[in-house]
């Protein structure tokens, strides 16, 4: 297994393990000494496990999926991850959905919409 193969494999374990509480396998994906930073938690990786564990413990889970990007290709970049789940169940997502990738279009419809608020 490639180097590359083999920390994708440590991911998908360290998510697989934060997903279902299995904190012991996911503690064993840091080094005592890691960095981790995210928008909730900066601070080492031990850290991160036991604050991911009392957000479980408080209830809030959560749910990590590993797309390849080919699966995602098809799909807006606004819109990949949602496009593709949506579209796995049978609901494709409308290609024609306001986002980022389309700032002229966003744009126009806020301006439109704060006109229409306005009276």
């Known amino acids: ?3 590359v193969a083999a920390a ?5 374990l360290e998510r697989q393990a934060r997903d279902r509480g299995w904190w012991d396998q996911m503690r ?3 080094w005592p000494d890691s960095t981790v930073a995210l928008s909730w938690y900066t601070g080492d990786g031990p850290g991160f496990v036991d604050a991911s564990r009392a957000m479980a413990a408080a209830g809030n889970a959560s749910v990590h999926r590993h797309v390849p990007p080919e699966e995602l290709a098809p799909f807006r ?7 593709w789940l949506l579209a796995g169940r049978g609901y494709p997502v409308g290609a024609d959905l ?3 990738d389309q ?3 966003t744009a126009a419809f806020y301006a439109d919409t704060l006109r229409w608020l306005s009276g």
């Open 28 to 30: 064993a994906c840091y």
């Open 1 to 3: 297994m490639s180097d």
């Open 77 to 83: 970049a606004p819109y990949a991850l949602l496009g």
């Open 8 to 12: 994708g494999q440590v991911v998908l």
């Open 98 to 100: 306001l986002g980022d």
């Open 103 to 105: 700032p002229d279009r």
